[in-house]
């Protein structure tokens, strides 16, 4: 089994990544990062990468509600119906030309990438993203390269943001797990 059809097998609603892990604290860290003027109820665009089967995408837009929220994933197989959140099946961010967005995140995506493909969607986020967005990336600061398991030290992740043309960029260690830091770049 290659590492898309791995994650693809996981990326089901029945699937826990770590029981100690709650939605409140992945929300409180996603939303640390969000763009200032979100919170004050602008209408606005906010981009999640690697939705799954949107339960963040979900919650995101229920705090949001004048936003368009938007989720992309690989498998359209796993959108919810019926939601306050869009979907939208996607292989590239490109293929969303035409959008641009105030804020993108994403949670327990990057660590499964590639680092040709975490590069990528630096760059992809910062071409998607309107002036002054945030592109909020949790992460694991780690030198492990393995079949699932690609961890980008915090230095190669900044290196990536600034050639991407992020000119401020913030690291924190979550609230949510230990070996989680997030990433924060402002264009």
């Given at each position: 089994?290659?590492?898309?059809?791995?994650?693809?097998?996981?990326?089901?609603?029945?699937?826990?990544?770590?029981?100690?892990?709650?939605?409140?604290?992945?929300l409180?860290?996603?939303?640390?990062?969000?763009?200032p003027?979100l919170?004050?109820?602008?209408?606005?665009?906010?981009?999640?990468?690697?939705?799954?089967?949107?339960?963040?995408?979900?919650?995101?837009?229920?705090?949001?509600?004048?936003?368009?929220?938007?989720?992309?994933?690989?498998?359209?197989?796993?959108?919810?119906?019926?939601?306050?959140?869009?979907?939208?099946?996607?292989?590239?961010?490109?293929?969303?030309?035409?959008?641009?967005?105030?804020?993108?995140?994403?949670?327990?995506?990057?660590?499964?990438?590639?680092?040709?493909?975490?590069?990528?969607?630096?760059?992809?986020?910062?071409?998607?993203l309107?002036?002054?967005?945030?592109?909020?990336?949790?992460?694991?600061d780690?030198?492990?390269?393995?079949?699932l398991?690609?961890?980008?030290s915090?230095?190669?992740?900044?290196?990536?943001?600034?050639?991407?043309?992020?000119?401020?960029?913030?690291?924190?260690?979550?609230?949510v797990?230990?070996?989680?830091?997030?990433?924060?770049?402002?264009?």
């Amino acid at each position: 089994m290659n590492e898309r059809d791995h994650w693809l097998s996981l990326t089901r609603d029945d699937f826990v990544e770590d029981e100690s892990v709650t939605l409140f604290n992945i929300l409180s860290d996603i939303e640390d990062g969000l763009p200032p003027w979100l919170a004050y109820d602008e209408p606005g665009r906010i981009l999640e990468i690697g939705c799954g089967y949107g339960r963040l995408t979900e919650r995101i837009a229920q705090m949001y509600p004048k936003c368009e929220v938007l989720g992309v994933d690989i498998n359209k197989k796993l959108f919810p119906k019926g939601g306050a959140a869009k979907y939208r099946r996607c292989d590239s961010l490109l293929d969303l030309r035409g959008y641009s967005f105030d804020a993108i995140y994403s949670v327990t995506v990057f660590q499964h990438l590639t680092f040709e493909q975490q590069m990528v969607y630096i760059h992809e986020s910062y071409m998607m993203l309107k002036k002054d967005g945030v592109l909020r990336v949790q992460f694991i600061d780690d030198d492990v390269d393995g079949f699932l398991d690609h961890h980008a030290s915090v230095s190669q992740m900044e290196f990536w943001m600034r050639s991407a043309g992020f000119t401020s960029i913030r690291f924190d260690q979550g609230s949510v797990h230990p070996q989680w830091i997030w990433m924060t770049g402002v264009k």
